[in-house]
């Protein structure tokens, strides 16, 4: 099993709809979480971190469910600007190692 | 802007070549971490630099090394190049090591190996 797994998608959704991605992680002793947004061929750019059950930023939320080992990131009125790959980070406890999932990728159409 | 800079942006070289990759932390952060991101795949980490000394390294081979400087700059260095080299290789700096520190990505050196 992948330490972290996303569904790579191509999530294709309407302007002004609302979508939202599942991560899983594998590794129970994980504390911390990230949301990393990336636009083709750029670097990954930080979206929203995750230290407790969730947090909420505008239009994004992100929640934490450590029972089941996953988080959500939930957008809502999306934008054409959404369309980028969002990348879940499980960092491994204790060691420094940020794990990447390998994306999912949000289109967003007019 | 993550204030992280990376040089050279692109770059080619043909296998069994060595090449240096540099990064230039964000101010005040003093550890840096290196990644390799192949199309299509997320960011595989290949270490992290704090304070001058390796702080953690994954599963990538001993010809994948580096250098963190007194200015908190850092250098990833790869010898006898293989195709499968060619990726992305990112720089992240954060404020200090520890998995709850946020780390800022600088924009990247494509390489391409021939």
């Known amino acids: 099993r992948k330490e972290v797994e996303q569904d790579p998608g191509p999530f294709n959704v309407p302007e002004g709809a609302t979508v939202a991605f599942n991560c899983t992680y594998s590794?129970?002793?994980?504390?911390?979480f990230f949301w990393y947004r990336q636009d083709c061929r750029k670097e990954p750019k930080l979206l929203m971190s995750v230290y407790s059950s969730g947090n909420e930023d505008g239009r994004f939320t992100a929640q934490l469910n450590r029972a089941s080992q996953y988080i959500s990131l939930l957008i809502r009125d999306s934008k054409l600007s959404d369309s980028a790959t969002y990348l879940c980070?499980?960092?491994?406890?204790?060691?420094?190692?940020?794990?990447f999932g390998t994306g999912t990728r949000l289109k967003v159409l007019a | 802007e993550t204030g992280v800079t990376q040089s050279p942006t692109h770059l080619i070289k043909t296998r069994g070549q060595q090449v240096t990759l540099r990064c230039s932390s964000q101010s005040g952060h003093n550890t840096v971490s290196w990644y390799q991101q192949a199309l299509g795949q997320g960011p595989q980490f290949i270490f992290q630099y704090y304070r001058e000394e390796e702080n953690g390294r994954g599963n990538f081979p001993p010809r994948f090394s580096g250098l963190q400087f007194p200015n908190y700059s850092s250098e990833l260095n790869v010898n006898a190049l293989e195709l499968d080299d060619s990726a992305l290789y990112l720089c992240a700096s954060s404020l200090a090591r520890g998995s709850y520190n946020e780390q800022f990505f600088g924009p990247g050196t494509r390489l391409t190996v021939l």
């Open positions: 590794n129970s002793a994980s504390q911390s």
């Open positions: 980070v499980a960092p491994t406890s204790g060691t420094y190692k940020y794990i």
